[in-house]
């Protein structure tokens, strides 16, 4: 299989893209990999890789988009970025994927041009990976769709839920709705008419109800379902208080150490590596007719070859064909 | 100066909150309780507390409304339950202020029906208070307003500021609007209307522009104004990741000690306690003509005591004068 990867991405530059690539190649033998950007650099930093021969190719894309561009703007006036160029692979049919460590908002607005979507998929939703005491739970959307209708957040959980299970190997995962408390009736106009969706749809079964702020991380759902908007806030604010957090403990619990200081610090940092983005693997665009897998804008060679691996897996398993059945079994749009 | 305290309301019954009484009008010589209640189970644990004489009156209200019961219905069916009598004595002018451990949606609903809001305040917000890595911050609306407009965004920008400059000592206080993007014009149609509004506005030299989740407890702003979903939402998550980030330093940090572990498990128990909801003491609902404030659910005498002591400081800093002086600053609604 072949995936574009927007080599131009992230805050980094070409070379832990390149370096990202050279290492996912080397571990998946089906894979190949389609530096998009600009060819020369990417050259040079190729030949100071160890590439398997014929497994990277490169096409050349010299304009990026900045990491702070107005996407709308980036679209107009930068048509042939390199992330734009790669969702044209992908319409083209040239590659089967794409993954790029840029400008989210640009990346969803690419994708949005292309409308490459998925039959029956209204608006693709970014899932995200989030570790919790149970295991891991997957967030949709967590920001390519800051004013969804209700209808959008069900055919979220319907492809979160298939994520879940072909990707994170949930049997029957459970599908929540995020909300500020947990009886019906609960929250804004938005959330009561998706959670009438949930209960009346072919997910009830497996919907758990509202999921609170206070229960994500205590693995109250497999799938949480929530707008672009609050599931943007809930991905960064967790990054965010882990930071805070482990900075104090570091400050105060290692502070109060003297012998065993490194010890505790060797766990500390032990933490800092399990739960870090770059263990993630990036965050698949749903409902994208291929795969799109968006990484954190500051991804290292780790990082990137993790997201080559989920996008190479998402081809692997199939997951579009089966978010497409259980698509099919929603009840019309009314 | 009076202050009407809900003592059906919170998990745990009137304990926590007669206790928490007895605490506060110890600590505070200008303070009065009148707890409203069930006036015998009140009179019986007053009995064994350590009450100075005169400086805690009965009020018997004795129906409560349960923590899941929903607000509206709570209202209709028992409009002289607990939290309503707090409010209806507030609306007498009986007390200067009211606190409630309760169901929040019915502390509100009774505010909402009562309306005894300052002048040009449209609707009212629940402030939290919040641990940052510079110190505190204050996140206005937690979830009082669910869908706002703009307008109320703004109010709460005002409202939150006094109360971080006469509560929280800090003199000029930044402004920030919770987002998905640093960037101006990130996010829905509400968020980009109210960046406009601050812009365009009395507080625009103290505006930061927007913040985001990975921002908040890094201490990007001193007031963070969002809709009442979103605050919801990041307040509870915060309480969870703390909770589970603390989960896996007990687990895996103290599992690697041994002869300091009992020092490290010392330090952990600190940073517990620190961090803890009941070393905050309530939440203000802002906008109210008088002083409301709202406590966790789970609130044991401490945490009572606590926001007892935030109600009185708001009615002795005079912070709804100061409130009202700088809403008539603002541009009239459009």
């Known amino acids: 299989m072949r995936i574009a990867l927007d080599a131009l991405g992230g805050d980094h530059g070409p070379a832990p893209n390149v370096a990202g690539a050279a290492a996912a190649v080397s571990a998946a033998p089906d894979l190949t990999v389609v530096l998009v950007g600009d060819q020369p650099r990417i050259e040079a930093l190729l030949a100071a890789a160890a590439v398997p021969p014929g497994r990277v190719e490169v096409v050349h894309a010299p304009v990026a988009v900045d990491m702070r561009e107005k996407p709308a703007e980036a679209l107009r006036r930068k048509p042939d970025a390199s992330v734009f160029r790669c969702w044209q692979l992908l319409a083209e049919g040239a590659v089967d994927g794409l993954v790029s460590a840029g400008n989210t908002g640009a990346v969803v607005a690419g994708g949005l041009r292309t409308r490459k979507f998925l039959p029956s998929v209204h608006r693709p939703g970014i899932a995200a990976v989030m570790p919790t005491a149970k295991g891991r739970s997957v967030i949709v959307d967590v920001g390519a769709n800051v004013a969804p209708k209700p209808r959008h957040l069900l055919e979220y959980g319907v492809m ?33 008419k998706t959670y009438d969706l949930f209960r009346a749809g072919p997910l009830k079964d497996r919907f758990v109800g509202n999921v609170e702020g206070r229960d994500l991380h205590r693995g109250a759902a497999d799938v949480v379902v929530t707008d672009g908007f609050t599931g943007n806030v809930v991905l960064k604010l967790s990054e965010g208080v882990f930071e805070f957090v482990m900075g104090m403990v570091g400050r105060e619990v290692l502070g109060a150490l003297d012998g065993e200081k490194d010890k505790a610090a060797a766990a500390v940092k032990g933490l800092l590596a399990k739960y870090h983005y770059s263990a993630v693997g990036g965050a698949p665009l749903l409902g994208v007719d291929g795969v799109c897998v968006i990484c954190h804008g500051s991804s290292d060679e780790r990082a990137v070859a993790n997201a080559l691996g989920v996008a190479a897996r998402g081809v692997r398993e199939r997951v579009n064909d089966a978010i497409v059945a259980e698509l099919e079994a929603l009840p019309p749009e009314e």
Do not use: Y
Request: no cysteine.
């Open 160 to 192: 979160g839920s298939v994520f879940a299970r072909k990707i994170l190997g949930v049997d029957r995962p459970t599908v929540g709705l995020m909300n500020v408390g947990e009886e019906e009736g609960k929250g804004h106009d938005l959330v009561q």
